[in-house]
């Protein structure tokens, strides 16, 4: 009973519109009517501006990161841990709060992460800085190094960095392909030359 209810609260954490209750604070916008109509900060920060996008980002990793690094500290099983992370993601994903339609899942993963496997966070932010400053498009860099988190955690595993079972690669594949499915629009757009390139209104 306490493992179902941490994994409802993390959902619900999960599904707060952050983007949506920070752009309509300083801005009066609603994201998901401007731009490109996201509820993340890559939105937010082309529609409402540099502040209330990086106070998403940080709000949205929050999300993420709070409900497993207290499913974590309280000694719950690792397998319960996940599903916290996955609840929590889940709710970005498809929040309650809006009719189901979130956002892309990057900011709150990086929060999971950030908990379980910080060195593949930071290996996988060094690979998204690179594509999004070689192409300029922050859905590529997010879907990129998305797909191969991974694999840069099983040989984080393999190198005994981490002492964790392989449901935790398991669990990193499923938020890529999550975050992959998501990004369909971008994909889209991606081929026909039509993306927003990170910095254009």
């Keep these: 009973m306490k493992a179902l209810l941490i994994i409802l609260v ?20 609603d994201p998901t009517k401007s ?28 999300k993420g990161f709070l409900p497993v690094y207290f499913a974590k500290k309280w000694g719950l ?13 889940l709710g970005h994903l498809f929040p309650v709060f809006l009719k189901f339609k979130g956002g892309k899942g990057v900011a709150t993963a990086i929060g999971i992460f950030l908990v379980l496997t910080p060195i593949a966070v930071l290996i996988a932010a060094i690979i998204f800085f690179i594509v999004a400053y070689i192409w300029r498009y922050v859905s590529l860099a997010s879907m990129i190094s998305s797909f191969l988190l991974p694999a840069i955690i099983k040989v984080l ?4 960095f981490y002492n964790y079972p392989d449901s935790l690669v398991y669990f990193a594949g499923t938020i890529s392909i999550l975050i992959i499915y998501k990004h369909k629009a971008n994909i889209q757009r991606l081929i026909e030359k039509k993306e927003f390139k990170f910095g254009q209104k």
């Design 157 to 160: 595993i393999i190198f005994k």
């Design 77 to 89: 099983d690792f397998q319960i841990v996940l599903f916290t992370g996955l609840a929590a993601f």
């Design 10 to 29: 993390a959902y619900l954490i999960g599904s707060i519109p952050n983007g949506v209750i920070i752009a309509k604070i300083f801005c009066k916008i």
């Design 35 to 62: 731009g490109s109509g996201n509820i993340g900060a890559t939105n937010v920060y082309r529609t409402a501006g540099k502040i209330p996008g990086i106070i998403t980002l940080i709000l949205d990793i929050l």
